[in-house]
């Protein structure tokens, strides 16, 4: 059987390893966090269908972890990718989680004790987890992982107090990285985005306002399962905000940061301002916008049920400045328009949404190195030209996704079904 | 008697919120042949599944009933975890209590908790009669067929036969290539379009799997995932082809705009692809207007047809290299340039010198004849003030728009589309490709206008989804089919007329005339059983007795709640 290495676990990479597998390839799917899933397990809802995010990815996470011709390696990453097409040589490194996986039952028995708390990133720090944890309740596969920069014990040899509760004797302080290697045919990149840190566009606040979140925060804010219940508040006080903004192409469409647009935001900003209304029914939201884009199918009824049946006003303005309120809390931002209304105008709000820009994944360019692929002047993975969308130019490493460039989640799901496609093709013409 | 375990979900929030699981739970427990009720957070995690499966050996279930969400996504992971723990996947039974209770009912807790009780009565009041079936299998032609032979189409067709599948690419017009053959260059990077379809083309023709039928319709499809049968015209010549996947790819067209912006009257106002066209042969000098949005992103057509900004960009740019002095002005609402090249060239085009005017949808653009050009007059909503704009040509660019005749592909193949004409796949975010019937797929306009490279890519997307039962060699289908009762049939044929598959016959069965379902058809929608008159039909998993004591659960729930 042909083998096919997937590197990175999101909608991109699990759709071309699912793909993949029902092709008839051995999938080796590897995943640089505890597990599969990637940022569209962290959506409430996804446009313009307002479908559950978790309820139609799940299924597909769990079938990635039955297919019986595909393997899982979370926690992992790629060393070295030596050799040519037909034939690479793969080191994946599966970093030591501190948990025999054989073990371990996931009953969570450790993350009850463990006595050190650490921002979530799957709750985009809105909560804390603990040093050993599970990192969302469907994670696959369903194993905790002890964080070693956080574990008293790894660190200080002072704790010890999961390996006291684990009935299942699973974990093991002494659990060293180990390096597999394996032939593969082929290399597939859907290593995805993660967002710039938008405190760094200074004018817009986050950071220095209470009430400034980011839009994936308000994601998890939103989300029933989420860190408030899917109760919307703010952060400065608690209370439910009635004014609530959009700030879009932060970071984006900007010379000074990233000149590109990240595709996604005004889709999802429409999306999120008609969930805070189901949420909070007499919030008022307001979206400032420079072009809105709203290409796909769908999209254009979305943005006009957006504003006739939910009232979201649509400014085209790019706010200046960002202050927080009065006692800090909510904020006031100043922007201008053109036209007869154009003078410049400050606003109170009580909560500011904040779309950055969508950039490559850490660690993007140091993979594009070790495979030996370019990356576009933009830093994302370089596919060679139009008649060959998926493929890099070295021959049988191939990226699908927003690993490539801006896209949503049913162009990734194209992107990555394509892969299986492309890489039949390639070994058909390889062996004849 | 059954021994059915009842697993109810939490689902996070999603359903404890508004229902009272511990409620629903003690009632389960008082339900006939319940010897096991549990709950779980997420039924649907491995903690969930793995849950169910250890109750099912520990407690001898022999039906299981799963209080959830929709069967829509995870009924297959349910039936999935009942097979591993050794019982026929077609005593699942699932119960929705998430759509059909908690979100519909979210602010309504009492009766939401009733309702769900009343749900979960009736699914094991039907899990106790189910009996366990065996799907059909059949093996798959290994032939794929494209309908269309566009950009998608050939893509699809290209990649197919390059991996070794028989592949039959059926174009109606007597040449390949679709709209992209009245392109020259395609956006946005500047790639020429008639070497890549020359280059796509002679792989296919190359190719020993791969076969070409120009001036052909198809006439009729019957059969299902793994054995089609297509029927159609070449040249004049009636043909048939067997195939175990269908790819439609049969494009989109551009939207004429009699009537609007002076186009019809005066002569200097083209549409895109006539303005391609003269680019082709390098015959356009002068000043150059763009009117973005002709035709849509208004109230009749309300969608965005997505690449028609990139199209003006991108000729904007080719305007100017050709003739350098000229002015070119694209009226627009917004520049819709997502992703990076994209966006680029957008830069590029207002560093070259190209105009943009914003104009609203309440103060359209005017356009009206003068000389040989025109001049077109719009309020510039940036300036805040009225422009008129000298043009020798003014360019609309209208949306792709559904081809008249995909209305009857839509029919021949049972396949659905949306109000606007574009083919509907079966999952907008997760199934971009694919239709709700097996063994049908889409790709490039006809599901939603693209750009060329979208069309690439989602030609390659189809063609993988195509390869899979043909490589998988056979296909299973589902135990929910119809079959008749022989001694009750009467012959009257009001099934054969009902059923939209064409899967029943009536044939000599056991000395007499009766109905014969054929199961391979049969896609389970019930219809013939409703029809007949006789109670002969029925239905695996949707028996009259199962549905039946549904509905005695379901009014005796509302007696006992009524006391």
């Known amino acids: 059987m042909q083998r096919v290495v997937v590197i990175g676990g999101g909608i991109a990479g699990i759709q071309a390893s699912l793909d993949l597998a029902d092709a008839g390839f051995e999938v080796h799917l590897v995943e640089k966090s505890p597990s599969i899933g990637g940022h569209m397990a962290q959506l409430d809802k996804t446009f313009p269908t307002n479908d559950c995010s978790m309820c139609i990815l799940s299924p597909k996470m769990i079938n990635c972890a039955d297919h019986e011709r595909i393997k899982l390696h979370t926690y992992s990453e790629v060393e070295s990718v030596t050799g040519e097409f037909p034939k690479f040589k793969v080191k994946i490194k599966e970093k030591a989680r501190y948990i025999d996986l054989e073990r371990c039952t996931g009953c969570e028995d450790c993350v009850a004790k463990c006595p050190v708390k650490v921002p979530s990133e799957f709750e985009a720090g809105l909560a804390v987890r603990k040093a050993v944890y599970l990192p969302f309740p469907q994670a696959v596969p369903r194993k905790v992982t002890i964080d070693a920069d956080h574990c008293r014990m790894i660190k200080e040899k002072k704790c010890g107090v999961c390996k006291k509760v684990c009935k299942a004797g699973a974990v093991d302080y002494e659990q060293k990285d180990t390096t597999i290697e394996l032939n593969a045919s082929a290399v597939v990149v859907a290593t995805g985005f993660d967002l710039m840190d938008a405190s760094s566009v200074l004018q817009y606040g986050l950071g220095h306002c209470k009430d400034v979140v980011t839009s994936l925060q308000l994601e998890r804010i939103l989300c029933a399962s989420g860190p408030s219940s899917g109760h919307l508040a703010r952060p400065s006080d608690g209370s439910e905000p009635k004014r609530l903004a959009f700030v879009q192409c932060v970071g984006s469409r900007d010379a000074k940061w990233h000149e590109y647009c990240s595709s996604v935001c005004c889709m999802y900003a429409t999306k999120e301002s008609i969930l805070a209304r189901e949420h909070v029914p007499d919030i008022e939201s307001t979206i400032f916008y420079m072009d809105m884009r709203a290409t796909g199918k769908g999209f254009q009824e979305f943005v006009s049920r957006a504003k006739s049946a939910y009232g979201v006003r649509y400014i085209r303005a790019r706010p200046s400045s960002v202050q927080p309120g009065e006692g800090g809390k909510g904020v006031l931002v100043s922007y201008e328009t053109r036209g007869p209304a154009g003078e410049p105008v400050t606003e109170e709000f009580d909560l500011l949404v904040l779309c950055p820009a969508l950039v490559p994944s850490r660690g993007t360019a140091e993979l594009a190195k070790l495979l030996n692929i370019k990356l576009d002047s933009d830093s994302f993975v370089r596919t060679s030209g139009l008649l060959r969308p998926i493929d890099s130019p070295r021959k049988g490493v191939l990226a699908c996704g927003f690993a490539s460039g801006p896209m949503d989640i049913p162009d990734s799901v194209s992107q990555a079904s394509a892969v299986a496609a492309r890489v039949a093709e390639l070994l058909a013409q390889g062996s004849g | ?563």
């Open chain 2, 1 to 563: 008697m059954a021994r059915i375990g009842v697993f109810i979900c939490h689902c996070g929030h999603n359903i404890a919120s508004a229902v009272d699981v511990e409620a629903v739970l003690a009632y389960a427990k008082t339900l006939p042949g319940v010897v096991f009720a549990g709950h779980n957070i997420y039924s649907c995690s491995q903690e969930g599944l793995s849950s169910i499966k250890s109750s099912i050996k520990e407690h001898q279930l022999d039906r299981v009933v799963v209080a959830a969400c929709t069967p829509r996504t995870h009924e297959p992971l349910f039936r999935k975890a009942c097979e591993q723990a050794g019982i026929n996947k077609y005593l699942f039974e699932f119960v929705n209590i998430r759509e059909h209770v908690s979100w519909i009912h979210a602010k309504e807790p009492v009766a939401a908790t009733e309702k769900a009780k009343k749900l979960v009565a009736m699914g094991v009041a039907k899990a106790a009669l189910l009996q366990p079936q065996t799907e059909g299998e059949a093996a798959v032609t290994p032939v794929a067929v494209v309908l269309g032979g566009g950009l998608a189409g050939l893509t699809a067709a290209s990649s197919l036969a390059g991996q070794g599948i028989e592949t039959h690419l059926i174009e109606k017009s007597e040449r390949l290539g679709g709209l992209l053959r009245d392109v020259s260059v395609i956006g946005p990077e500047g790639e020429l379009a008639k070497p890549l379809l020359d280059d796509m083309i002679s792989r296919l023709t190359r190719s020993k799997h791969g076969h070409i039928h120009l001036k052909s319709t198809v006439k009729g499809i019957s059969g299902f995932v793994g054995n089609f049968e297509l029927t159609f015209v070449e040249g004049c010549d009636e043909k048939k082809i067997k195939a175990g996947a269908i790819i439609v790819a049969t494009g989109a067209n551009e939207f004429t705009p009699v009537g609007d912006y002076g186009f019809g009257s005066v002569p200097a106002v083209v549409t895109q692809l006539e303005l391609e066209r003269r680019l082709a042969k390098g015959d356009v000098a002068g000043d150059v207007v763009f009117i973005q949005c002709v035709g849509c992103r208004q109230p009749g057509r309300e969608y965005c047809s997505r690449i028609c900004c990139n199209v003006s960009l991108k000729n904007a740019l080719r305007l100017l290299t050709l003739s350098p002095g000229s002015a070119v002005t694209i009226i627009h609402r917004d520049i819709m340039s997502s992703g990076t090249a994209a966006e680029r060239v957008y830069k590029e085009a207002s560093e070259t010198g190209v105009r943009f005017v914003r104009y609203g949808l309440e103060r359209p653009p005017k356009v009206s004849a003068e000389g040989d050009g025109a001049v077109v007059e719009v309020f510039d909503e940036t300036l805040d003030e009225t422009i008129e704009l000298d043009a020798g040509l003014v360019v609309l660019a209208t949306p792709l728009v559904s081809p008249p005749d995909s209305e009857e592909t839509g029919k021949l193949l049972k396949v659905p589309r949306d109000k606007h004409g574009f083919f509907l796949e079966a999952h907008v975010k997760l199934r971009p490709n694919e239709f709700a019937t097996d063994g049908v797929f889409v790709c490039g306009s006809a599901r939603w206008p693209v750009s060329a490279r979208e069309c690439i890519y989602q030609g390659l997307a189809a063609a993988a989804k195509a390869s899979i039962p043909i490589r998988e060699g056979k296909v299973v289908s589902e135990a929910i089919t119809a079959y008749a009762d022989v001694d009750k049939c009467a012959a009257c044929g009001n099934c054969v007329l009902t059923c939209p598959y064409d899967a029943i016959e009536i044939i000599q069965v056991k000395g007499k005339l009766a109905a014969k379902v054929n199961e391979a058809v049969c896609k389970g929608c019930g219809s013939c059983v409703a029809a007949c008159p006789n109670d002969a039909m029925q239905q695996k998993g949707f028996t009259t007795q199962q549905l039946g004591a549904m509905i005695d659960a379901l009014v005796k729930g509302a007696l006992e709640g009524a006391q």
